[in-house]
T-cell receptor, first 115, second 114 residues
Framework: EADIYQTPRYLVIGTGKKITLECSQT?????MYWYQQDPGMELHLIHY???????EKGDLSSESTVSRIRTEHFPLTLESARPSHTSQYLC??????????????FGPGTRLTVL | GDSVTQMEGPVTLSEEACLTI???????????LFWYVQYPGEGLQLLLK?????DKGSNKGFEATYRKETTSFHLEKGSVQVSDSAVYFC?????????????FGKGTHLIIQP
């Protein structure tokens, strides 16, 4: 059973607000990821990290930012939320740094609605 | 770039029917292939994976074989249950180069009727 947590599970917020989506894992995994899942279910990688102090942008351009100060924690921040940011955000982690065979373990997701 | 194409849904079947969800891919290098499942209101769970050609992944009665010659990884189950209703994602991962995450298909919504 994977131990990866996301809070909040649901968030409804007004335009212009700053928000932080939390993601934590207790498996000691080096690699962590953020995916954005649009209403049509398609998933896109927006950020990833190889380890502490490492952050990289993914395939889909995003106005969000991430940080990795501790191995277990990978928060995502939106400085000024807009309706176009409405989506489901999924966090994931994997054990090894470079292998393509690694399994990614996903959190339950945060469903964000910006009014 | 890398891409995954899977059959459009929703797919509606009766309980105990046979299931096939088609998945084909385009990738540089030698990808690993995955099937993930997403139940309503939850994140993704790994269902099965295969890391090299001719490998067969299997779990919970589902199976898929990595076919390099046809660049396919079709998901099959001989007898589906109502509890299999979920969204299924085919995905690939390649080592190195560019953003190093999973490339997903668009997902197939499976509905099993009693």
């Amino acid at each position: 059973e994977a131990d990866i947590y996301q809070t909040p599970r649901y968030l409804v917020i007004g335009t212009g607000k700053k928000i932080t989506l939390e993601c934590s894992q207790t498996m000691g995994h080096d690699k962590m990821y953020w995916y954005q899942q649009d209403p049509g279910m398609e998933l896109h990688l927006i950020h990833y990290s190889y380890g502490v102090n490492s952050t990289e942008k993914g395939d889909l351009s995003s106005e969000s930012t991430v940080s990795r100060i501790r191995t277990e924690h990978f928060p995502l921040t939106l400085e000024s939320a807009r309706p176009s940011h409405t989506s489901q955000y999924l966090c994931a982690s994997s054990e090894y740094g470079l292998a393509s065979t690694d399994t990614q373990y996903f959190g339950p997701g945060t469903r964000l609605t910006v009014l | 770039g890398d891409s995954v194409t899977q059959m459009e849904g929703p797919v509606t079947l009766s309980e105990e029917a046979c299931l096939t969800i088609n998945c084909t891919y385009t990738a540089t290098g030698y990808p690993s292939l995955f099937w993930y499942v997403q139940y309503p209101g939850e994140g993704l769970q790994l269902l099965l994976k295969a890391t090299k050609a001719d490998d067969k992944g299997s779990n919970k009665g589902f199976e898929a074989t990595y076919r390099k010659e046809t660049t396919s990884f079709h998901l099959e189950k001989g007898s589906v249950q109502v509890s299999d209703s979920a969204v299924y994602f085919c995905a690939l991962s390649t080592q190195g180069g560019g953003a190093d995450g999973l490339t997903f298909g668009k997902g197939t919504h499976l509905i099993i009727q009693p």
